[in-house]
Structures are given as C-alpha cells and as structure tokens.
C-alpha cells in the first residue's frame, strides 16, 4: 500500500502513462487521479488528449519528454493494440505494460509474431480487460467511477512476471473494480456470448426500426428501449471487435440461427399439433437462462417482487418518493423509469425483496403516492 502526495492510499505509485484517451483511457485517467496518482496522456489526435488533460484526466505527455511511467496502460483500438504495446514495451523499458482491449487472444498472438521482442519483453506485459463501459464515446463521456464495482479480467501469458500481474491487479484494484482472472482464450470465449453476441443481436433488432412509421414507434415502451440500449455503440470500435473475435462469434450465432429456424417453422403452423408446446418451451429456455445471470453485487441469482408507482412529471418527484422509502427503512434492489405515452406522468419500477413489497405498498398509498398492483 502506497500514501501519494495528496494522502491517498493507493497501490500504485505511479506515474502512470495512459496511451489512447478515448473513453476508457479517459475514464482511467480520471479514476486515477482522484486517488492522487500521477497520469500522463499520449493519444495521436491532438484534440482527444486536449480534452482529456481539460477534464483532468492527466497531463499531456510532453514531445520528447523523459517519462519514467511505473506502468503504461494502452487504450487504443483493438486493431493497433499490439502494435502500440511493441512500442510502448522497447520504449519504456521498466514499466509494466497492460492493454486494456476487448480480445485478448488476437493482441497476444501479434505480439508473439514481433521479432522485435524478447521474452523478458513480454514478462513485463499483461493483457486486461476491464467489463465497463458506455453507449457513448470519446473523453468527453469520460467517468472517474466507471470501474467501480465492475469486473476486470486479467489475462497474463506464461511469460507475465509474477510482478507485472501484481501491478496490473494493482490498477485494477485502485480504480475499484472487482478483479478476476482467465486466459485469454478462456476470456474470449466468454465475452463472445455475454458480450459480442448481446451486441450483435440489439443492433440486429434495431435497425428493423430504421423504416418503422413514426405512429408505430410512438408506442414503444420499455422494452423495447431496453433491448436496443446498446444498439447506440460506436460502429467503429464494434467493427474491430466482432472481426477479431468471429471465430468464437460464430459458434453462438449458429446456435441463434437454429432457435431462429426452430421458431419460424412453427409459427409458419401455430395451429399445427405442438406447436404452443414449443412455443412454450422456447420462452421457459429462455427463462431458465435468465434466471442464472448473477443476482445484486454479483451473488446468486435472487427473485425480487416489483411494483409501478406513479409519479407527476416534475422536478423533484422522484427525489421526494426515493426519500420517503428509505425513511422507512426499505431498501431498494433495483429501479427503472419510464414514461406514459402522451401523459405529464413518469412510472418508477421498484423491487424489494419479496417480505417487503406488501409494507411498502401500504406505506406509499397511506402517504400520497398511487400505486398500480
């Protein structure tokens, strides 16, 4: 543990060299420097890392300037990863050096086919991959508190030094995110199905909409909204990401396909003999899968009873309900807005677990607050 000038106890000592200030690079940047950490900037537009310096990220990297960062984190696209890692591991020969990319096995196998690095080269690189992010991009939807509480993958190589997997969990550590650890075919593997194929299948739905009438898109609700969230990514990024990963893409895609064929054909006979019993079954598959993402602070998977309250489409109406829950004492699992179409009224979803929903009920209707069964 490490006190900074600015009496922060902090892992890392720094200073901390951020190449790429997008978003992510951005966000590390931020969260660093609220823990008193020293971040220096380096990104090729000139604009990018203007503005990250502005935000208080870091400052820029001066052209020429002897930087001696105890780790460089390289936050640039995934097709230039390993190329700025080579770079960064012959220039800054005592750092540690991580990526934070979201395919690992593709930069670990260009980094291998460079003859410009030794194995004490890559004894000092360990690729991560932090599980945050936004729909939005750029430095400027930067936060400081983006890792709080979110998974980071590390993905050491057989060649990663026991020390250089330290530091790299010690980033991790600071910025608050929970650390775990796989290779990386084992990582790409897994983001493939819980993140790529997500991706994938919301754009996929999304861009049905592009001819929708207007009138019909005006009855959209949550759900819709809800599935098509991350449809808004960047394409770019996207594009780098699905290409490198497509090998293990596919296999889920072709899983997808099947469910897709399975469902066409019975609903092209929804009279035919069985074909409720499948619907049935395809929706109860979907429920069993659900039903395993894990639950509140990573736990178990846990069933909370939810209720809809109405509240005025008006400053400080949500501020004033959240206020009066927890004046008695319930604590909210979770929490979702929407609005009714056409009306100055929002609805607030809550759930709380199951033996509080009838006291809290009876607490809202007693105090004011309309809320639907």
Known sequence: ?????????????????????????????????????????????????????????????????????????????????????????????????????????SVMAEL??????????????????????????GPVAARGELFTSMPWVLCPSELSAPAAVKTARELAIDLGALVSRMSAEE??????????LPQVMSSLLASRLQDTPAHALSL?????????????????????????NAPRLVKHLYGVREDLNRLINTLEHPEADGAR???????????AGQA?????????????????VLVDDRPGQIARLLTEIGEEGINLEDLRLDHSAGQDVGMVEISVVPGKRQQLVDYLSTHGWKVLQ
């Open 1 to 105: 543990m490490t006190t900074n000038a600015n009496n922060h106890d902090t892992h890392l000592a720094g200073p901390v060299l951020v190449l790429g200030t997008g978003l992510l690079g951005a966000s590390i940047g931020l969260g660093l420097r609220a823990r008193g950490i020293e971040v220096l900037l380096s990104d090729p537009s000139p604009s990018a890392q203007a503005v990250a310096q502005d935000i208080g990220a870091g400052r820029i990297l001066p052209p020429g300037g002897d930087a001696a960062p105890q780790l460089v984190v390289v936050a640039s696209p995934p097709d230039v990863t390993a190329r700025v890692v080579s770079t960064a591991l012959r220039q800054y020969p005592d750092a540690v050096v991580v990526d934070i990319a979201s395919v690992k096995v």
């Open 112 to 137: 291998r086919r460079d003859a410009s690095l030794t194995d004490a080269d890559l004894a000092r690189y360990v690729g991560t991959h932090p599980m945050a992010g936004r729909e939005k991009s």
């Open 187 to 196: 990582h790409d593997e897994s983001v493939a199905l819980i993140s790529h």
């Open 220 to 244: 959209s609700g949550q759900g819709l909204r809800d599935v098509t969230r991350i449809a808004a990514s960047d394409p770019s990024l996207w594009v780098q990401i699905l290409g490198a």
């Open 277 to 287: 019993l499948d619907l049935a079954q395809l929706m109860s598959e979907g429920n």
């Open 292 to 308: 395993r993402i894990p639950g509140k602070h990573g736990g178990p998977p846990q069933s909370f009873a939810w209720l809809t």
